[in-house]
């Protein structure tokens, strides 16, 4: 071994910098307070900082201590930005060893672990979400290719099952709620469905799906001669958090023997709740479900459940054989490689697997009901507020609310956004809503009180008045 070679591979480095940087993440932890949420550099101005760092050789620890500094800090109390999961500490522990062991997951012997905690871990919640005896899944890195392979597999099982006639292809449709996310859009262009064959069905004033335009425009599709083989329901929607009626929709797929896709991506996990599991009653029709555990999970990024109600189909949607990785044989889901979009895979189950295996179900039931209860305080405090209006009821940890005592609300909304993410004290977004910008918050922080909730309405406050 070259001198060099010997040092990324010494014990004795690796153990001392290993306990050092635990120290510095615990302390950056507790003092989350005392820092801001958001140290903001331009674009320019972090590339001349990386781009000096590079050429400079340094210790892992001083690199490690820089990034997590100049970074934004989801563990801060006044994160209430996007939606990505505030990592619970087991769980980033689980990602040293998946890191450590860097086991891929395409075939079995590689991946012996992870491919049986995938299968045990989506045995669980395909029993949890009622999808019965033939159901299971796997995990995928994100919710983006969850989306994906979900959809890949509900035109697979038309096509093999329904369609007889290969010209079908091109008259192939999906109905889907215009609030969406865009990873349904996305996954629909790269099948190759054109944009007309996408039909989104408008909400009604409390964000939901509007059932009777669905079933207008599934009985026009079909008087055209198109083929719609998935219907696609929001549990609950990005932009206001709303559940679509699953119940109502997964009767009519089932009726009409349409697949039935459920994006539960951020919040199929309300079923973890007893408080909240009616949100997504009637889940149980769903032919697939796609779930984020970097979402709701307390799981750090990213790792996404895809379930279904008949596991022998998400066989069929990869068929392509390789046959030196494996022999010819049916679905067997040792292999992960089989199932997936993915080759190489990292183990990603073992950090939402040591959340459950720690402390069960319940911190995922109790980690909802918190948020969830927390997000209709906030709607309260700004109701009451007449400097304020919310856009909608919460149902679950997403509100959009804006200010109104102005002129202009959409151009100021997005200003005093702006002045306020600089501050640095604060994390939200916003989004725009009929056309109108909103202030948007996602409650994801076990550490947010309604005390923090209160200073940020306090602050928006302070610099609205300076704006004016
Ligand atoms: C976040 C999200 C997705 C996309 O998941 P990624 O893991 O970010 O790829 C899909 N649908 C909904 C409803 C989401 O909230």
Redesign the pocket.
Known sequence: MTDILAKAFNSADFEETGLSLIRFLSNTFEQADNRVVLPYKTPEEQYEYWKEDFGQPGSPIHLFKDVVEKSILYHHPHYMGH??AVPALPAVLSSLVIDFLSNGMGVYEVGMIGNTMERVVCEHLCQKFGLGEQSGGFVTS??????LTAILTAKAHYMYHQSTEAADKDKLCIITSEQ??Y??QRAAVTMGISEDRLIKIPVDNTWRIRIDLLKDAYQKALNQGKKVFCIIA?????STGTYDNLEEIGAFCQAENIWFHV?????ASAIFSEKYQHLVKGIEYADSI?M?F??MMLTP??S?AVLFKNRSYAFDTFRQEAEYLWEKQDFEWQHGGKSTFECTKSMTILKVYTLFKQFGDKIFGDFVDYQYDLTKEFARLIEENPQFETAHQPDSNILCFRYINCENPNEFNAQLRQKLILTGEFYIVQTTLNGNVYLRVTLLNPRTTLIHIQNLIKSISQIAELLQ
């Open positions: 939606q990505t994100g919710g983006t290719l969850g989306t969406s996310h990873c349904v929001c549990a609950p929607s990005t994006d539960g991506a951020h919040g796609v984020d970097h979402k990024g990213i996404t």
